[in-house]
T-cell receptor, first 111, second 116 residues
Framework: RKEVEQDPGPFNVPEGATVAFNCTYSNSASQSFFWYRQDCRKEPKLLMS???SGNEDGRFTAQLNRASQYISLLIRDSKLSDSATYLC????????????FGKGTKLSVKP | NAGVTQTPKFQVLKTGQSMTLQCAQDMNHEYMSWYRQDPGMGLRLIHYSVGAGITDQGEVPNGYNVSRSTTEDFPLRLLSAAPSQTSVYFCASKEGGVSYSGNTIYFGEGSWLTVV
């Protein structure tokens, strides 16, 4: 099992749709979790952290299920500007602090 | 705020040539790292550093060298370029040393390298 797995997509959705991305991680001791957004030919940027209690930022909701080692990102009322690749990122803990990146899920929002 | 600055943005190399990708950050971050990103492969860690004078290998270190003489700079050297090193390279930095306490990792804008 790969360390961080995501459905690569692409997800093609119309404006206004709700779309959900899933991510699984293999290391049960992982400490923290994030969603990053990467636009075409740009660097990744933090979208939001993911907390055990779930957290929401406007149209975006992130959830963590430690028992199932599963992270999700829900985008409501999709906008054209949401088109990007969404990276699931995990901090496995330990002494290094290096993050593990999923390969990303590509989202394309159409008019 | 400059954040993380990488140069050059684009570079074409011939097989066997050497070059250095420069990376500088002005946020006084202890942790810096280099990633490469290839289609279908995601971001892969090349080398990282948790402070001046301290470097370590990541997932794909072969063919690359790094050094960290100052907190601000973390150059990546390609010793003898090969076509397999054609990729997009990202430098990144974050607060904190060996433990990640949830602080954001900041990326440079990327360096597009082609080896012919």
């Amino acid at each position: 099992r790969k360390e961080v797995e995501q459905d690569p997509g692409p997800f093609n959705v119309p404006e206004g749709a709700t779309v959900a991305f899933n991510c699984t991680y293999s290391n049960s001791a992982s400490q923290s979790f994030f969603w990053y957004r990467q636009d075409c030919r740009k660097e990744p940027k933090l979208l939001m952290s993911v907390y055990s209690s779930g957290n929401e930022d406007g149209r975006f909701t992130a959830q963590l299920n430690r028992a199932s080692q599963y992270i999700s990102l829900l985008i409501r009322d999709s906008k054209l500007s949401d088109s990007a690749t969404y990276l699931c990122v995990v901090n496995p803990g330990g002494s290094q602090g290096n993050l593990i990146f999923g390969k990303g899920t590509k989202l394309s929002v159409k008019p | 705020n400059a954040g993380v600055t990488q140069t050059p943005k684009f570079q074409v190399l011939k097989t066997g040539q050497s070059m250095t990708l420069q990376c500088a950050q002005d946020m006084n971050h202890e942790y810096m790292s280099w990633y490469r990103q290839d289609p279908g492969m995601g971001l892969r860690l090349i080398h990282y550093s948790v402070g001046a004078g301290i470097t370590d290998q990541g997932e794909v270190p072969n063919g690359y060298n790094v050094s960290r003489s100052t907190t601000e700079d973390f150059p990546l050297r390609l010793l003898s370029a090969a076509p397999s090193q054609t990729s997009v390279y990202f430098c990144a930095s974050k607060e904190g040393g060996v433990s990640y306490s949830g602080n954001t990792i900041y990326f440079g804008e990327g360096s597009w390298l082609t080896v012919v």
